[in-house]
């Protein structure tokens, strides 16, 4: 049976109705209001002050993660991407394995590394047009922040000029 291209059309509509954007939620809204307009969340994590946040990634390897907070009442408080240099900057000035979590969500990875007693978080992000990656990496004994690496995406970084592939 062939689908009609309408109906193709109509769902290819209805899906990206889905995909989280800066308006997509709204202060005010309630958690079912959110739920209906971007489905579940990826993650859900209660933050210091007792609030409620739900994380929605774009993909496993995608460069958006949208954080809605909600407040006691159970709306939406806060609405915002937070994939940004602002927050890799701040982590660079300290912080812990759960305050990454809280400012940022779930990484795309994470890797340990025994000899150096480490835990390295990438992700990923853009910076206007640039593709990024961010590394936060932990000391394993005190899940304290030791450094933030940020550089540019190396799958598409370009080849530096006059070199041959």
Known sequence: MRMSWTLISALAVAGCAAIPGPSS???GDTQADVRAKLGAPGAERTLG?????WYYLTG????ETWRVVFDGSGRVSEYLQVLTLANFEELRSGGTRDETLDRL???MQRMSFARTAT???TYRWLYGTLQMISEPVFDDRSGDV???????DPAYASPPSGSMR
């Open 25 to 27: 939620v709204r202060n």
């Open 49 to 53: 002050g007792g609030a409620l946040a």
């Open 60 to 63: 496993p390897a995608g460069f």
């Open 105 to 107: 969500g779930p990484p």
């Open 119 to 121: 835990d390295a978080w």
């Open 146 to 152: 030791k450094y933030v690496g940020i550089y540019r």
